[in-house]
């Protein structure tokens, strides 16, 4: 081909006018890329960084929770319930030891370090890279016990700001980076207005926490982060803890009657309902709350509390139910059935075909799982923890605390009928049965 005097310079001109146009373009893009990565980047990196210390907090709740419900045989969480006190002491390296640290008997000493070692979690940290802080009530730590401790016990703490809560047992604290003249210098100790003592400075509230958060009192801060505030908190509620701990009081009481079913071939009857030798958490004779004897003695009631002194035979030995036909000896951590004031919340029924008499077999209760219309038939004896009490309860009279509908639901009252399901405004009754 022949090219056309001229022509070349114009297919050049041409050439780089495209090569600039593309460069142009180029710098648009990378120039609109830089301008979205602006706008997108910090609000991205925030989430995660929301995620990362959602993820920690969460999972020092169920750690928590689960220490509460859990049957520790070494006898540190021996009583349903109770929580760890916080961790307050330090490595030679000045690194804390997240060690539970007893007693936690002043508000300062029960606020401190999560004590991921005595829960058996890994050291969990916040997005800022710090460790997290955790404060628990009075009523519920382990060292020293306070009495009793069960479903109706309340929390100390309330809470304000963004998030207001009232009855709270526990707090945990993702405390973030260091913020106004905070000082988590390690090794080097100073006056510590939280305590009022000279402790190293990362065992010092006030070096973490802000906002009203570090100063002992029961009384917490939420907030949206500032230049001078960055505290967040998770709260453990009676809603959240007593499930779980409820279902550990069913599990045992179901064990301990199963336990008297395979000694004897029968199940005890249950107290009878207005018994107030039930009642209370103190130190239980041997002869306080019976079974009700069999009829024409006495009378078979469709639910009624766990006896103290069962019909003809007694608990294996060790029970928690009973002293073993001696005093039940309170406070202590053994008989915290009594002790704890959990007898006066747990209720059983049993088969009519499975009291004293013929060896049962099957059983004639049938339980119903709501809201979804399954049952269970053919069941031997259910057992009942009472959650705390709901609107319309009334738990303070003697009068009260003998009427089961004030701790169990109405369908749970008369057999042989029952139901079970989750918790609800109007229904939160832990059941178990075989």
């Not at 109706?152 to 973030?176: K, Q, R």
């Amino acid at each position: 081909m022949r090219l056309v005097p001229g022509c070349a310079h114009t297919v050049a001109r041409t050439r780089q006018r495209g090569q600039a146009f593309l460069i142009a373009v180029l710098l648009l893009v990378v120039g609109i890329g830089a301008l979205i990565y602006s706008l997108v980047s910090p609000a991205k990196i925030t989430l995660e960084n929301d995620r990362k210390t959602a993820d920690a907090l969460a999972r020092a709740k169920d750690a928590l929770i689960g220490f509460a419900a859990g049957v520790d045989t070494s006898g540190a969480a021996a009583r349903p319930g109770e929580l760890l006190c916080p961790s307050r002491t330090t490595l030679a390296d000045g690194t804390p030891t997240g060690i539970a640290t007893t007693p936690c008997d002043t508000p300062s000493r029960r606020i401190g370090y999560l004590p991921w070692r005595t829960l058996g979690i890994p050291d969990l940290r916040d997005s800022s890279g710090e460790r997290l802080w955790y404060a628990v009530s009075n009523n519920f730590k382990n060292n020293p016990r306070i009495y009793p401790l069960n479903s109706d016990t309340l929390g100390e703490y309330a809470v304000t700001g963004t998030t207001t809560a009232s009855n709270v047992i526990a707090v945990v604290f993702a405390p973030g980076a260091v913020v106004g003249n905070q000082n988590r210098t390690p090794l080097v100790t100073a006056l510590c207005a939280t305590t009022g003592t000279t402790i190293p400075r990362v065992l010092c509230a006030e070096n973490y926490l802000e906002g009203g958060n570090q100063d002992g009192d029961a009384v917490f801060t939420t907030g949206l982060p500032t230049a001078t505030f960055n505290d967040k908190l998770l709260l453990i509620t009676s809603d959240a803890l007593f499930p779980a701990v409820e279902a550990r009081v069913a599990k045992e009481v179901l064990n301990a009657l199963n336990s008297y079913f395979l000694a004897n071939d029968y199940f005890p009857p249950p107290a009878v309902p207005t018994d107030a030798t039930c009642l209370g958490s103190g130190p239980l004779p041997a002869t306080d709350c019976p079974s009700d004897p069999l009829p024409p003695a006495g009378t078979v009631h469709d639910t009624g509390r766990i006896p103290n002194l069962p019909l003809i035979a007694p608990y294996v030995p060790s029970s928690i139910l009973n002293g073993n036909n001696a005093i039940v000896t309170c406070p202590g951590s053994i008989y915290w059935f009594q002790c704890n004031g959990w007898r006066e919340l747990t209720w059983m029924a049993v088969s009519s075909l499975c009291l004293a008499g013929p060896t049962c077999l099957l059983g004639n209760l049938t339980v119903w799982w709501r809201p979804y219309g399954t049952s269970t038939a053919n069941q031997k004896i259910a057992v009942f923890v009472a959650g705390r009490a709901l609107t319309g309860d009334a738990r303070s009279t003697v009068a009260e605390k003998t009427t089961p509908s004030n701790y169990i639901e109405a369908a749970n009252v008369s057999g042989p009928n029952y139901d079970k399901g989750a918790a609800t405004a109007t229904f939160n009754d832990k059941v178990l049965h075989n």
